[in-house]
């Protein structure tokens, strides 16, 4: 059993920066990978992107690549059972909540693919 709880999210004017964070329970969190996803309102939800376990590799959706590039960045601190999401250069368009995801295999962008969540944390962008 993997319990996530998210936090950092907030009301933040285009142009800024948020990092939200998972914070996980477990002592083999480290072993699995974690996925970030984001639902705007009105739409799906959609994959972001995804950290591995060892946190040496990330990946980012194709969907959302151009969007986020250079802007998302995803870490882990397994010393902290703890995967992060750094957003600069917000935009309002960037306005969704986020979900934090474990997965029990390998990574995928299908959310049917992560078997835990966290709770979600709204992340809004003033124009």
């Known amino acids: 059993q993997v319990q996530l709880v998210e936090s950092g999210g907030g009301l933040v004017q285009a142009g800024g920066s948020l990092r939200i964070s998972c914070a996980a329970s477990?002592?083999?969190?480290?072993?699995?990978?974690v996925g970030w996803f984001r639902q705007a309102p009105g739409k799906e939800r959609e994959f972001v992107g995804a950290?591995?376990?060892?946190?040496?590799?990330?990946?980012?959706?194709?969907s959302v690549k151009d969007s986020v590039k250079g802007r998302f960045t995803i870490s882990r601190d397994n010393a902290k059972n703890t995967v992060y999401l750094q957003m600069n250069l917000l935009q309002p368009e960037d306005t969704a909540v986020y979900y934090c995801?474990?997965?029990?295999?390998?990574?995928?962008?299908?959310?049917?693919?992560?078997?835990?969540w966290g709770q979600g944390t709204q992340v809004t962008v003033s124009s």
């Open positions: 950290i591995t376990g060892t946190g040496g590799t990330t990946y980012y959706a194709d």
């Open positions: 995801a474990v997965t029990l295999g390998r990574w995928t962008e299908g959310e049917s693919d992560y078997e835990y």
């Open positions: 477990g002592r083999t969190f480290r072993r699995y990978a």
